[in-house]
């Protein structure tokens, strides 16, 4: 069973940073893309970036294009968010997720992802 656990979440302040990873256990997801979405308060759920098994990454122009970096190390099975320039808007719990299928896209539609972390939260101050 494959699970994905985030962390680095927390308190940010607007203008700082804060790094998010995202570990998997259960199977190696080094042919899977790999995406972090948020869901901010009364918000949907919104794509941010994915990263394809060989490091091809795609944005959301809107919140993320810019600030954010999404990258992975195939070795420890883990992908990363490293975001800069941090704004209250920012604040909201951030998700990992992952394709089951080795396929080369980066799906922007929740539904199309196979396996979800737990959330981790990220709260921006002002």
């Known amino acids: 069973q494959v699970q994905l656990v985030e962390s680095g979440g927390g308190l940010g302040q607007a203008g700082g940073s804060l790094r998010l990873s995202c570990a998997a256990s259960g199977r190696t997801l080094s042919r899977n893309t790999m995406a972090w979405f948020r869901r901010a308060p009364g918000k949907e759920r919104e794509f941010l970036a994915g990263?394809?098994?060989?490091?091809?990454?795609?944005y959301s122009s809107d919140s993320a294009l810019g600030r954010f970096t999404i990258s992975r190390d195939i070795a420890k099975n883990t992908a990363y968010l490293q975001m800069n320039s941090l704004k209250p808007e920012d604040t909201g719990v951030y998700y990992c997720a992952a394709l089951a299928r080795s396929l080369y896209i980066v799906p922007r539609t929740g539904d199309e992802y196979d396996y979800w972390g737990q959330g981790t939260q990220v709260t921006v101050s002002s």
């Open positions: 990263i394809t098994w060989s490091g091809s990454t795609i």
